[in-house]
């Protein structure tokens, strides 16, 4: 599939997975943001080294991963960069700390090795648990969520709008690909030497686009802030969403979980 | 009583140079539904544009329901007026026709529950609550600019004007959309160059050329008249065209 084309179908997906008249699950958007941040904030606060607490946080996603049918693999293609920056970030400390950690079967694994694995870990969880998000939650629901909180408003209406303006340039460019292509058969991409009149033919049509979807937004009441449907969502549900999922990684974070469990057997 | 749409003496130009309408003067009563008719650039667009406020710094008078199309009233006209573009992409913004459909009544300010009331009726009147979840994405042309009327009429205008409505329509959505047209009974400009729309939808038309208006009358006479239509650059409706088989 065109490049462009997959890229606006991630976001309508990830636009509609979450979207609706109700809430899946009947838990409110804003529950499942507060969830996510303190999971981001509670799985960045883990030890260098610890990462048997680390593996515990893996529960959630799994959970979520199930409950919401969320497959690895686009999670997967997804976190890829972020797993290249922390192994890259990580290397540093397989030269600087060389302690050994434990030596089992002649191999050695030292704490170098150890908070690599435990930042790579890091940074796949948070994506994960951002990605669980986007994909249960619209971009409208997220930030009807942020206002709630009392996000500034100004902060709320620069994402909803890139999030849109994103949109119209995808679609822009898988049409102009398109156009391209038909004239240019069995040329890989667009030749070089074209590259300045498509960017610039891209960025006049979407600006046009866009224009043309702000005029369509100016007609229907949309004078500099967003009013979002609300959705039906339970109130009860989404408080011992919050509150469970809360006590759950509280716990996995301060208390050693596996270790006290691994104990009573 | 006012007229729905008035244009006295009105003279327009995007740019300073070319008049792209000029001293147009017409009046739409309430409840009454007109074609406007006309070859490229002859300033159909130009008129809707300018009746929502979406093009400003004309010279004469427009007004919309007694109120003048100025920057004061805009609002009041736009709640009163609404717009579907010739290009339902353009039209529909969000991800779900439910959250598309809803975003008028939301931004003027609707409870949740009335916004869910408006958002069923103006599904219902285009046959469409059961595409209320439907991604915006997945639904083809027809549906497209089925939903695009629907986001209008959640507003509940007393005005609505269409820009090109059948255009890459295929037939059975076409017929479709004449039947719904047919059914609402909100005061309608309908823009076309599909004159067998207009002769299917509108009362009366106005015909266009060159920014002025040559004629405005009586559908089904204004569009018998074939020397008139093509001296304009048009032609008889297909249906009034006869067998050339």
């Known amino acids: 599939m065109n490049k462009a084309r997959q890229a606006a179908k991630d976001i309508h997906i990830s636009d509609n997975a979450g979207s609706g008249s109700s809430a899946k699950g009947g838990i409110h958007p804003l529950a499942r943001l507060i969830v996510t941040f303190i999971y981001i904030i509670l799985v960045v606060s883990f030890p260098s080294y610890d990462l048997a607490g680390l593996a515990g946080m893996f529960i959630y996603l799994l959970v979520n991963g199930i409950w919401y049918g ?23 400390g397989l030269v600087t700390d060389r302690e050994v950690y434990i030596t089992y079967s002649g191999i050695t694994i030292t704490y170098g090795m150890l908070g690599m694995v435990t930042l790579v870990l890091k940074g796949m969880f948070c994506i994960t648990a951002s990605y669980i998000l986007s994909v249960t939650a619209s971009a409208a629901q997220i930030c009807h969520a942020l206002r709630l909180i009392h996000v500034p408003e100004e902060i709320i209406m620069v994402i909803l709008l890139m999030h849109r303006y994103l949109i119209v340039l995808i679609k822009e460019v898988e049409r102009m690909q398109q156009a391209y292509k038909l004239r240019a058969p069995g040329r890989k991409g667009i030749q070089f030497k074209n590259w300045g009149s498509f960017a610039g033919l891209l960025l006049l049509r979407s600006m046009d686009r866009a224009e043309e979807v702000y005029e369509s937004m100016k007609l229907r009441g949309f004078h500099g802030s967003l009013k979002y449907p609300l959705l039906k969502s339970g109130k009860r549900a989404s408080i011992l969403y919050v509150f469970l999922w809360g006590i759950f990684l509280f716990i996995f974070r301060f208390f050693p979980v596996f270790q006290i469990a691994g104990s009573l057997l | 009583m006012a007229a729905d749409i008035e244009f006295k003496n009105v003279t327009f130009s995007y740019d300073k140079g070319k008049n792209v309408l000029h001293d147009i003067c017409f009046s739409i009563e309430h409840g009454v539904s007109t074609g406007l008719i006309g070859a490229n650039g002859a300033g159909k667009s130009t008129i809707l544009k300018l009746v929502t406020g979406l093009v400003t710094g004309y010279q004469g008078t427009a007004s919309v329901q007694g109120s003048i199309v100025n920057k004061d009233n805009m609002a009041d006209i736009r709640r009163k007026a609404g717009y579907v573009f010739q290009d339902a992409d353009s039209q529909l913004f969000m991800s779900t026709v439910y959250e598309d459909v809803a975003f008028g009544p939301a931004n003027y300010g609707c409870t949740e529950e009335e916004t869910e009331q408006r958002v069923m009726e103006a ?48 037939p059975g959505n076409r017929k479709n959309l004449i039947q719904i047209l047919n059914g609402m009974p909100e005061t309608k400009v309908i823009a076309s160059h599909d004159l067998d729309l207009v002769l299917d939808t509108c009362e009366k038309t106005i015909l266009l050329a060159g920014g002025r208006i040559i004629k405005y009358g009586d559908t089904k006479e204004l569009l018998q008249d074939k020397e008139l239509l093509e001296a304009y650059g048009l032609l008889l409706p297909l249906c009034l065209q006869g067998s050339r088989i």
């Open chain 1, 70 to 92: 969320i497959s690895a693999k686009p999670v997967l293609k997804r976190a890829w960069p972020v797993f290249l920056v922390a192994i890259l970030a990580g290397s540093a």
């Open chain 2, 123 to 170: 599904l219902r009147k285009v046959n469409m609550e059961k595409l209320k979840d439907r991604q915006i994405y997945r639904m083809s042309g027809g549906e497209k600019k089925l939903a695009s009327i629907a986001t209008i009429l959640s507003m509940k205008p007393e005005i609505i004007l269409l820009d090109e409505p059948s255009v890459a329509l295929d």
